[in-house]
């Protein structure tokens, strides 16, 4: 089944929201904010890359399922991203590339189709 369209707008204003915080500009936003924002936007990744042959975790808010492929569905997959909350925002709106974040070692990424740099940024300021 595919994912369910996320309102473009609700994701804009929940990522929007915690973009003070990416930026240096202000705390790590209370927990529901933060968690809005990383949920909205990995669903937002799922939607633009149908599928179930990578799974991409940000704990403790949410995993997906995406991209075309092999579909898993026992055990680990063999294709995983994880990562943490701040890294996956940065990821989404642009402000870290994702081959810097692979060289900085801010996310893990296992497997032949874990490569989600084609994919980034999923919302654009």
Known sequence: MPA???DPAEMRAAVQAVLPWLHGEADQPERPVLA???RL???TL???APGRS???RVPPFAAVQCVEGPRHTRGTPPNVVETDPRTWLELAVGALTWPDALDEARV???GTRADLSALLP???F
């Open 46 to 48: 799922e939607h633009i």
């Open 122 to 124: 999923v919302v654009k």
């Open 108 to 110: 893990t990424a296992s």
């Open 41 to 43: 936007s990995l669903r």
């Open 4 to 6: 369910k369209p996320v």
């Open 54 to 56: 990578v799974e991409v």
């Open 36 to 38: 809005a924002a990383v």
